[in-house]
């Protein structure tokens, strides 16, 4: 050995283990967040996501969430590494080698860390993508549309990390070679990281900024386009989420450092204590990213149960078992033909019930955007042709619904889902009403609304009203709904299919109509625009798909198709196969956060336990036995895994809830969403029990590094 | 070889500083071995720190045969601390990565200078400190006192103008403690080296041609061995350290 390579090269074999470390954070990042981008920009995702929608976004906010996890995880190892190697850096400086030498050395090694871990993390991060998912696909969902194709462009934002990795690991380098006190480099690895005392009312007072703030980061954006008309921009309204992450750091640190509660026996865990408590910003900073990460984790993972609870429990509240409707210049299968194609499946219908329908404008204020200098701003412009709504008479509801309406001339009635909500959907209210054909208008008041699942969105009138205002409407206007109910539903699949089929097969292009297409809004935004957003021409250049009757089978056809017929056999049996690809989506980000946090716990307590070797060498001498030991380990371990896991459980499902109370229509949760609620719980309990078992295999290999028997 | 004039040095304590060196001047001749001496909080470990250029001083002058160190900045101050100066601590660093003898090597190896010339020196340097036989071993296999000479080896090995040492035996029993005085006696005597140590044991200061003592960063008493027995040095060491605290009491 004559030169200085050869003995870092020397100094690399013998510490191995940091060096495996740090590559194995900087690679496991890396994947993670590869497969990560790989999925969130996939076509196949993205084709399900509509733009600017909440889906979208939230996909968007837990990656936000996972990358800064990641990120601070990385910088830790990094800062770690470079803590373990200051004292070989202070011995070389200390016997008279240069910065430049120690830099070049150092940034070689890092040069080759670094890409080797990013390289093959990212060159990893996909096929782990592809191969979750398609473990998705077997054994939770498949349809056609879950063909999992990647942009090439997503690799990008992995590159960008990659970017950050490298960065954080020669910036730190850097820095660490560049400190002038060599005393203080050498004896850098075994200063303790102290926290300043913590005042006790840290505790309480954190706790109300993370209400404060996770009302205000979730009300002041509704605040700002409902109140001041404006669409703040969203990084702007997420800084009043702030106070929300600033009292999590403080009830982390006052758990840490103080604890909660008066301690009964103060003096049996004073080890585990004090050492949790001098592992100092560190184990919070963890901690903390820790807590964000099951918060995203969870909340990724109530979509699945959520969505499936709240939808099964809707399609058996529906009044019937089959309900569809069709324009009138369609020709849609009729009574007789249903009764036949039903009893070539041996299916008897117990009950069918048809009803006219028709088109008609009416008034309301429309939302004016305008561009200016803080960004959108909204105002509200009368129109009395707002846009158009379907129409009933009051005795063909009374025939679909069996309840007996009368209402007074003059009166409409708007129905609401069977629990009255969706006013934020259908406004429900009108004053004038327009025939589109003859232009006439009619006042009319509104009344109290009414309640069904299948005819949300329609409005009800006085029987004279409706033969005097849908008076020569084309039938283009005009459409006709059924209701009818089957024997043995459940066993009904092939027939509803086979109807669904014929449906579609029998419709004619004109009605290949995105679910928004309104006829009335169309005319004012060509005249305005010169062309619809909403024609099926130009769905596409709005990030939708246009509705296809070849694609009959996917989420797009099934969700957005304007009349998609209602069977409830269908519906149920089909919903994974049509929701698959949000449901393995939502799947797919609650796993890469969970196994981000078991990582980032797993490794945070070795290090604890490296760091602390000396600490259980000593308390060994000092007679300390194998349980003693043992129970402090345990101590400091379930620390780390409890106190983030109790956190941020308790913070996502109380946000969870309040979005839930605030975004019923009225405000409230209603008996689906408390099912959803009960079925999280579940998932929680599973989650659980993974985490105990994580935490039972970090305990066994913290013990055996502190030879703990 | 070495001349310290009038250095002063101060740390920040809170809002005030608290002055440790108050003017500390001493001259340490060519081929001498010459201890400091003090009670806690008297300056030694800061004085042997500006000397090494560890720390930077606030004032005063540190001439090294006529060069003056506290000007020194960047590759010039690397410099005389690999070729010019070596060094032994407390607790020994040594790199657990590298073997006895490529630790010894090591200072070589940072300067450039480790070709076949260096490498018998530290074989020489083995065989005059005892520690031949485990120049293959790594230090977590070796004793607290071969650590220590393995650190004086290594510190011999680029000819230093000046070894300056650290409470080298303050992590020591008195065998191994006696084994490192032991070496630095064979380096002045075998390679003509000049060695400065800041120490609390007044066992291993009587080996010293003098002792510095230092009492509230100054100079309070420099005693000479001259032709004295170690033990008689000794005492006369233990009596200067007890006439000190009864002025302090």
């Given at each position: 050995m004559t030169d200085f390579s050869s003995v870092y090269a020397a100094l690399r074999r013998r510490s191995r283990g940091q060096y495996a470390l740090l590559a194995g954070c900087c690679f496991f990042s890396v994947l993670l967040i590869t497969a990560y981008v790989c999925v969130m920009r996939a076509p196949t995702v993205l084709a399900v996501l509509p733009e600017g929608g909440d889906s979208r976004k939230q996909v968007m906010m837990i990656f936000a969430l996972a990358a800064v996890g990641c990120a601070v995880f990385t910088t830790y190892a990094a800062g770690l590494f470079f803590r373990e190697k200051s004292r070989e850096t202070g011995v070389f400086l200390a016997l008279g080698a240069t910065r430049a030498q120690l830099r070049r050395e150092l940034f070689r090694e890092l040069a080759v860390l670094a890409f080797g871990a990013c390289a093959a993390g990212a060159a990893l991060g996909a096929p782990l993508a592809w191969l979750l998912w398609q473990v998705f696909r077997l054994f939770v969902a498949d349809s056609a549309e879950m063909a999992l194709t990647f942009d090439p462009r997503a690799m990008l934002l992995a590159l960008a990390f990659c970017l950050y990795v490298a960065a954080v690991l020669f910036l730190l380098g850097g820095r660490s070679v560049a400190r002038t006190d060599v005393i203080d480099v050498v004896h850098e690895s075994h200063k303790s990281e102290p926290i300043r005392a913590v005042p006790r009312w840290y505790g309480w007072g954190g706790i109300l900024l993370l209400c404060v703030g996770g009302f205000l980061g979730y009300q002041v954006p509704s605040f700002c386009v409902l109140v001041l008309h404006w669409y703040a921009p969203e990084g702007l309204t997420a800084i009043f989420y702030l106070p929300a992450l600033a009292g999590l750091y403080m009830i982390l640190l006052h758990t840490v450092v103080n604890g909660w509660g008066r301690r009964r026996h103060r003096y049996r865990d004073l080890i585990a204590t004090s050492m949790m408590k001098f592992q100092g910003r560190q184990t919070v900073r963890s901690m903390l990213v820790m807590t964000l990460l099951i918060a995203g984790a969870y909340f990724a993972s109530f979509y699945a149960p959520m969505l499936g609870v709240n939808a099964m429990l809707s399609y058996d509240a529906r009044p019937?078992?089959?309900?569809?409707?069709?324009?009138?210049?369609?020709?849609?299968?009729?009574?007789?033909?249903?009764?036949?194609?039903?009893?070539?499946?041996?299916?008897?219908?117990?009950?069918?019930?048809?009803?006219?329908?028709?088109?008609?404008?009416?008034?309301?204020?429309?939302?004016?955007?305008?561009?200016?200098?803080?960004?959108?701003?909204?105002?509200?412009?009368?129109?009395?042709?707002?846009?158009?709504?379907?129409?009933?008479?009051?005795?063909?509801?009374?025939?679909?619904?069996?309840?007996?309406?009368?209402?007074?001339?003059?009166?409409?009635?708007?129905?609401?889902?069977?629990?009255?909500?969706?006013?934020?959907?259908?406004?429900?209210?009108?004053?004038?009403?327009?025939?589109?054909?003859?232009?006439?208008?009619?006042?009319?008041?509104?009344?109290?609304?009414?309640?069904?699942?299948?005819l949300f969105g329609r409005f009800v009138l006085d029987d004279g009203d409706y033969a005097r205002m849908t008076a020569g409407l084309p039938a283009d206007w005009r459409e006709t709904q059924v209701f009818f109910n089957v024997q043995n539903c459940a066993d009904t699949y092939d027939f509803a299919g086979a109807l669904f089929n014929e449906i579609v097969d029998r419709s004619d292009p004109a009605v290949a109509l995105f679910d928004a297409w309104d006829p009335v809004v169309r005319e004012q935004e060509i005249a305005q625009n010169g062309y619809y957003w909403c024609d099926p021409e130009y769905l596409e250049e709005n990030g939708l798909e246009a509705i296809d009757y070849a694609q009959r089978d996917s989420s797009d056809f099934r969700l957005y198709w304007q009349y998609m017929p209602q069977f409830r056999v269908l519906d149920k049996a089909d919903f994974v196969r049509t929701m698959a690809v949000f449901l393995v989506l939502f799947i797919f980000i609650a796993v890469v956060c969970f196994a981000a946090v078991f990582v980032i716990a797993f490794t945070r307590c070795a290090t604890i336990a490296l760091l602390n070797r000396q600490v259980y060498d000593d308390l060994r001498r000092l007679g300390a036995p194998d349980a003693y030991l043992r129970r402090s380990a345990r101590g400091q371990v379930s620390r780390v895994f409890l106190v983030p896991a109790l956190t941020g459980t308790g913070l996502i499902y109380a946000f969870y809830t309040m979005i839930l109370y605030f975004n019923g229509d009225p405000a409230g949760i209603s008996p689906g969403e408390a099912a959803g609620m009960l079925a999280c719980l579940a998932i929680i309990a599973a989650v659980s029990l993974l985490q105990y078992a994580v935490y039972r295999l970090t305990l066994r290999r913290v013990c055996k590094t502190l030879s703990i028997g | 070889m070495l001349t310290v004039q009038n250095l002063h040095k101060a740390y920040p304590m809170g809002k005030t500083t608290c002055e440790v060196l108050k003017g500390i001047s001493l001259e340490v001749g060519d081929g001498e071995f010459v201890a400091v001496?003090?009670?806690?909080?008297?300056?030694?470990?800061?004085?042997?720190?500006?000397?090494?250029?560890?720390?930077?001083?606030?004032?005063?002058?540190?001439?090294?045969?006529?060069?003056?160190?506290?000007?020194?900045?960047?590759?010039?101050?690397?410099?005389?601390?690999?070729?010019?100066?070596?060094?032994?601590?407390?607790?020994?660093?040594?790199?657990?990565?590298?073997?006895?003898?490529?630790?010894?090597?090591?200072?070589?190896?940072?300067?450039?200078?480790?070709?076949?010339?260096?490498?018998?020196?530290?074989?020489?340097?083995?065989?005059?400190?005892?520690?031949?036989?485990?120049?293959?071993?790594?230090?977590?296999?070796?004793?607290?006192?071969?650590?220590?000479?393995?650190?004086?080896?290594?510190?011999?090995?680029?000819?230093?103008?000046?070894?300056?040492?650290?409470?080298p035996t303050g992590n020591l029993d008195s065998k191994s403690a006696r084994a490192v005085i032991r070496s630095f006696e064979q380096a002045k005597a075998a390679l003509g080296a000049t060695i400065f140590m800041v120490t609390h044991d007044s066992y291993a200061a009587s080996f010293c041609d003098r002792v510095v003592i230092l009492r509230d960063g100054v100079v309070w008493r420099t005693l000479g061995r001259e032709r004295r027995e170690r033990a008689a040095f000794q005492d006369a060491l233990l009596d200067s350290i007890r006439e000190m605290g009864r002025e302090g009491a």
């Open positions: 019937a078992d089959y309900a569809y409707h069709w324009r009138a210049d369609q020709d849609i299968p009729q009574e007789d033909e249903v009764r036949a194609l039903a009893e070539q499946y041996g299916v008897t219908l117990t009950s069918w019930t048809q009803a006219g329908m028709a088109r008609l404008a009416v008034d309301g204020y429309a939302s004016v955007e305008h561009e200016g200098s803080l960004g959108v701003t909204w105002e509200e412009e009368y129109r009395e042709r707002l846009c158009s709504d379907l129409f009933l008479s009051e005795s063909a509801y009374t025939a679909l619904t069996g309840e007996p309406l009368d209402l007074a001339p003059g009166e409409i009635a708007g129905v609401m889902d069977a629990q009255g909500e969706g006013q934020g959907v259908f406004g429900g209210t009108a004053t004038l009403v327009t025939n589109c054909a003859t232009g006439e208008t009619w006042p009319v008041t509104t009344v109290e609304p009414l309640r069904n699942d299948l | 001496m003090g009670p806690s909080g008297s300056g030694k470990t800061t004085l042997l720190n500006c000397i090494s250029c560890y720390l930077p001083a606030d004032a005063g002058s540190i001439r090294l045969n006529g060069g003056e160190l506290t000007r020194l900045r960047g590759d010039a101050l690397a410099a005389v601390r690999n070729r010019r100066l070596g060094f032994v601590f407390q607790d020994f660093l040594l790199l657990d990565g590298l073997t006895v003898r490529e630790n010894i090597l090591l200072p070589a190896i940072i300067g450039g200078t480790a070709d076949a010339q260096a490498e018998a020196r530290a074989d020489r340097l083995c065989a005059i400190f005892g520690i031949a036989a485990i120049a293959q071993k790594y230090p977590a296999e070796i004793s607290g006192g071969e650590k220590q000479r393995t650190a004086v080896a290594r510190a011999l090995i680029n000819e230093p103008l000046l070894i300056l040492a650290d409470e």
